[in-house]
């Protein structure tokens, strides 16, 4: 497993992801926590990591996709297709895990955007210091 490659103005697309994604509301499938962090690697490195998932819209079929594909939790698939790195080599577009965020099967990891991360619920969109992040996988 190796980190992906990014392409050259992956900045300016992954803000782009992050400003449309804080703009809009949350949908199931669209804008949730697990496209928020694969709409990221995406725009950054043109890899779709979802591309043979089925589509869900709601709870239910997020875990449904998950399952399809062998997984229990969407922590378990970033865990198979992204390398772990310290905290001290992970930067702005890696991803990151809070200790909580591994009891819930759908808890997506935040996406680093300097000294804190980026994620969102069905309610609020959330910004994780850095300090809370345990663990850490490098796009």
Same mark, same amino acid.
């Given at each position: 497993?190796?980190? =992906?490659s ?6 300016d $697309?992954?803000?782009?992801v992050? &400003?449309?994604?804080? %703009? #809009?509301?949350f949908?199931?499938?669209h804008?949730?926590?697990a ?11 043109g ?10 819209r709601?709870? =239910?079929?997020?875990?449904?996709a998950?399952r399809s $594909?062998?997984?229990d939790?969407v &922590?378990?698939y970033? %865990? #198979? ?5 310290p905290?001290s080599?992970a930067g702005?577009g890696d ?5 909580d965020a591994w009891?819930?099967p759908l808890a997506?990891p935040a996406?680093l955007?300097?000294?804190?991360g ?6 609020r ?6 300090q809370r992040l345990?663990?850490f996988?490098?796009?």
């Open positions: 497993m190796r980190p =992906l990014r392409v050259h103005d992956w900045p $697309r992954l803000d782009q992050i &400003a449309e994604h804080q %703009a #809009a509301p949908v199931w499938g804008y949730d926590c496209t928020l962090w694969t709409s990221a690697v995406h725009a950054m490195t890899v779709d990591l979802t591309h043979d998932f089925p589509r869900w709601n709870e =239910l079929g997020a875990m449904r998950l $594909r062998g997984f939790s &922590a378990d970033v %865990a #198979a297709v992204l390398p772990t790195v905290a080599l702005r991803l990151g895990f809070p200790e009891r819930g997506s996406v955007m300097g000294q804190f980026v994620s969102r619920d069905d309610t969109w959330i910004i994780i210091p850095r345990v663990t996988f490098k796009v």
